[in-house]
């Protein structure tokens, strides 16, 4: 089982911009694709973006698409979202998410086993 850990969260002013990190450990991090979920308060938890084992592909929600990009560095074990022209909408906790490797990847909840504990985003306007 892969354990999942979030950074890099905090507030900052519409406009602006962060950086997401997500430390994996305990197993092999190439066996992995990975996502970002994010989910607002009274909202159900949504897709954001996601990437294959080898970062050959990504997809992203439309939401964010030319705000967002999300990356990995195999080295370190770590998946990375930047975030840039940050929006009040955008606020809400950002959640790393693990799926065992496949050639499909998935943006929906249910494609993802393992889940981190989140780190709270909040865009002022």
């Known amino acids: 089982q892969v354990q999942l850990v979030e950074s890099g969260g905090g507030l900052v002013q519409a406009g602006g911009s962060l950086r997401l990190s997500c430390a994996a450990s305990?197993?092999?991090?190439?066996?992995?694709?990975m996502g970002w979920f994010r989910q607002a308060p009274g909202k159900e938890r949504e897709f954001v973006a996601a990437?294959?084992?080898?970062?050959?592909?990504?997809k992203y929600a439309d939401s964010v698409k030319g705000r967002f990009t999300i990356s990995r560095d195999n080295a370190k074990n770590t998946v990375s979202l930047q975030m840039n022209s940050l929006k009040p909408d955008d606020t809400a906790v950002y959640y790393c998410?693990?799926?065992?490797?496949?050639?499909?990847?998935?943006?929906?909840?249910?494609?993802?086993?393992?889940w981190g504990q989140g780190t709270q985003v909040t865009v002022s306007s």
């Open positions: 305990g197993r092999t991090f190439t066996n992995y694709n």
């Open positions: 998410a693990a799926a065992d490797r496949s050639i499909v990847l998935g943006t929906t909840k249910g494609y993802y086993a393992y």
């Open positions: 990437i294959t084992w080898s970062g050959g592909n990504t």
